[in-house]
């Protein structure tokens, strides 16, 4: 086990709460295993450490109504949730990388406030959830990653491999961890310490204040291990190397870097005008303490010689501790997150009564073949069955017990919700401003688009225009050898009539709309309309019929990408954009490739 990892469990297991938590990233090997037995170890037997599987429900995690309480009873009786039950303990997330992220912003509400507000199922309780957290992250790719907004608020961010690791033993006991428990809240950190972690967090790119709060809280409870009331430089050094070098964004600059460009030598102070007086020297400070340089003419607001040199020490530190090639993958990372949007790659989401995937349960009778949702309607009814039975007929109070009264206003019924198929509409720009600059790019675009769209079952439509009309070269298809002869004839040359472009797509969207599924407008022009919705030629008609065409197709509710492909970004092209509602993207040096990488990305094609 590496000894850092081991550090952190000591760390973390001092101050489970106030530091939050460890994002452990590892695949399930024995690696991981042997750390979380660590961390058992080190943990009191009186701290609770509890498991929480990925589809844990809020009920579960949060608290909630105790249905057959409730109904035994005849009155609302709470349900402890999860986050309750490990108070002053650790909870362990499973695949963590997979949850939601409503979830991830509920637990990060309890990480910050230390408390579970249940406010639910006629339930106000306010019950104490002091608790840290591992995450464990069993992420393959860059782009399966836990949560920024839960990630943020644990202090450690450890990765491990599968690769068993030599076992080293503990570098703390169980008692020296418990007796550090009841010291860290006598240990004291100065200003100058925490202005040098500071300092070690912003020469790293972390913009998080969150990292330096931890960091300080990890150089406590490393005093508290070590047994001092007093953070010293080596405490300091153990918690910028634990907590932010793994968060670091970039490299510090070099001293090259940092040192100024020296005067040059010619350079001679401005001369002072014939008419103007001299200035009158600077008068002296009354007060001491309003002194604005020192003696050694050092601004009075820099930091002193000592906590400078601890600052660059720490900083230091943390460089050493950051691993080889985190860096990169972090910047590939987030392109990847910044790419794909939150709904993946599926059409959007369509309500649906009968079919699809439950998303909970609304108030309403099951008619037309809706499913009733048999647990959210008894919950309703449970608060309720004490007054319903006292205003029973004695004669229905004498029958069989228990009894729950249900009523209509009870009644919920299960929703679905169906994601729709997504087809692609690529409306190409063959007129003769465009054939000879971008027309073969489109074309390798279109197809390795199609070959993507192929694997996840969707479609894609392409609508050329050229000379005085827009037709639809390619219906919505699937098929990929179909696409590849359609478009190697796509001849080019002739006018522009954009405006009838525009509407051409605007129809073809609202027809795949109407059959259920989620359509997409990928326009690429140079934005040079010169013919107009008559068939006339002119370049001031034109460009009016093009943007009132684009008001109408940003009217029906279409997400459009329009692609500038002339040689340099046009102005009319970003008109264009902004009128139809549109992405505006400009390539003016991109491939076949790079077209298809910047659509999947906007149009989220990931």
């Known amino acids: 086990m590496q000894g850092d990892a081991a550090t952190i469990a000591a760390l973390f297991a001092v101050d489970p709460a106030g530091l939050g938590g460890v994002a452990l990233r590892a695949p399930a090997c024995a690696a991981r295993d042997e750390w979380l037995s660590l961390l058992r170890t080190l943990l009191p037997a009186e701290s609770p450490l509890r498991r929480v599987p990925l ?9 909630g109504l105790d249905l057959g309480a409730t109904l035994q009873a005849g009155r609302p009786v709470a349900l402890q949730g999860l986050l309750a039950q490990a108070d002053g303990g650790v909870l362990v ?27 639910r199922d006629g339930l106000d309780r306010v019950l104490p959830a002091r608790v840290g957290m591992v995450a464990l992250d069993e992420g393959a790719d860059a782009d399966e990653q836990l949560p920024a907004s ?10 491990m491999d599968r690769q068993a690791q030599d076992e080293e033993s503990p570098l703390w006991t169980a008692e020296e961890v418990l007796a550090a428990r009841q010291r860290i809240g006598q240990v004291q950190i100065t200003a100058e310490s925490v202005q040098a972690l500071c300092a070690a967090a912003m020469a790293l790119g972390i913009d998080s204040l969150r990292a330096s709060l931890f960091a300080a809280r ?26 932010l070098a793994p968060r670091a964004t970039r490299l510090p600059p070099s001293p090259e870097q940092q040192e100024p460009e020296p005067p040059q030598e010619d350079a001679s102070p401005p001369e002072p005008a014939e008419n103007s007086a001299p200035e009158p020297p600077p008068e002296a400070p009354k007060d001491a303490h309003n002194n604005t340089k020192n003696e050694e003419g050092d601004d009075a607001d820099s930091p002193p010689p000592d906590a400078q ?59 037309a ?16 069955q004490k007054l319903r039975r006292s205003t029973l007929a ?113 129809a073809l969207a609202e027809q795949i709309k109407r059959k259920g599924e989620t359509p997409i407008v990928v326009l690429l022009t140079d934005g040079k309309a010169n013919i107009a919705r008559d068939g006339t030629a002119g370049r001031g008609p034109a460009a009016s019929d093009a943007l009132d065409a684009a008001s109408q197709l940003r009217s029906i509710g279409v997400s459009v990408l329009l692609v500038d492909t002339a040689p340099q970004p046009q102005s009319s092209a970003e008109q264009l954009a902004a009128a139809m509602g549109a992405q505006y993207l400009a390539l003016p040096y991109g491939g076949a490739q790079s077209l298809n990488e910047a659509v999947r990305a906007v149009a989220g094609r990931n």
């Open 150 to 159: 839960l990630a943020e608020r644990l202090a450690f961010h450890l990765r």
């Open 218 to 243: 990890a150089a406590r409870a490393a005093a508290a291990l070590a047994g001092s009331d007093t953070v010293e430089e080596e405490h300091i050094a153990v918690a910028a190397r634990v907590v």
């Open 394 to 506: 004695p004669a229905s109070a004498s029958l069989t017990a228990p009894r729950i009264v249900v009523r209509k206003e009870d009644f919920h019924v299960t929703r679905f919700r169906q994601l729709g198929q997504t087809t692609t509409v690529f409306v190409v720009d063959a007129s003769g401003s465009s054939a000879l600059n971008r027309l073969a790019e489109a074309k390798g675009a279109v197809e390795l688009l199609l070959a993507d769209c192929y694997v996840r079952r969707d479609s894609v439509a392409v609508l050329t225009f050229r000379g005085k009309v827009a037709e639809v070269l390619l219906p919505p298809t699937r098929s990929l050898a179909r696409a590849k002869r359609s478009l190697a004839g796509l001849p080019g040359g002739g006018g522009t009539p954009l405006a009838s472009a525009i509407d051409a797509a605007a």
């Open 309 to 367: 040199e601890m600052a660059e020490r720490v900083l230091e530190a943390a460089q050493a501790a950051i691993p080889a090639g985190l860096l990169a993958s972090l910047k590939i990372g987030a392109l990847q997150r910044a790419k794909t949007p939150t709904s993946g790659s599926a059409g959007a989401a369509q309500k649906n009564a009968l079919r699809g995937r439950p998303v909970g349960a609304r108030k309403g009778e099951p008619r």
């Open 55 to 63: 589809n844990t429900g809020d009920t579960a995690l949060l608290g």
């Open 369 to 384: 073949g809706q499913r009733i949702h048999v647990l959210e309607t008894l919950r309703a009814a449970a608060p309720w």
């Open 93 to 119: 997330l499973a695949m963590a990388e997979r949850i939601t992220v409503g979830a991830a912003a509920r637990l990060g509400s309890v990480l910050d406030s230390g408390q579970v507000l249940l406010q």
